[in-house]
């Protein structure tokens, strides 16, 4: 998976489209990505005592990595990535769009 935890992406397709956001959580197992502000959800929760109230907890749900593009931090535009492996055998993501280093 190419997208990392703190990139900065846009949601390109679902409920969410056009939404930016950082990447908070990564689940590779279920090529799933948390972005904060992105895929809202609530959890209702039941009271445990009597005269308590029961509570409405939002979170950000996950959204599959296939919807998702990382921007790019020169051109501000969604961008595919690619990988460039330098002399010294260190491997560096880049952008496709502007075909510079990501970080």
Do not use: W
Request: charged share 30%; with cysteine; net charge positive.
């Amino acid at each position: 998976m190419k997208i990392k935890v703190n990139d900065q992406i846009k949601v390109m397709a679902g409920k969410d489209k056009g939404k930016t956001g950082k990447v908070t959580q990564i689940l590779p197992e279920l090529n799933k990505v948390v972005v904060e502000g992105v895929n809202t959800m609530y959890k209702h929760i039941k009271a445990r005592q009597r005269g308590e109230k029961g509570q409405r907890v939002e979170f950000n749900g996950p959204i599959h990595i296939s919807n998702i593009m990382l921007v790019c931090p020169k051109t501000n535009k969604p961008t595919r990535l690619g990988i460039r492996v330098a002399d010294n055998k260190k491997k560096s993501r880049i952008s496709k769009k502007s075909n510079e280093a990501i970080d």
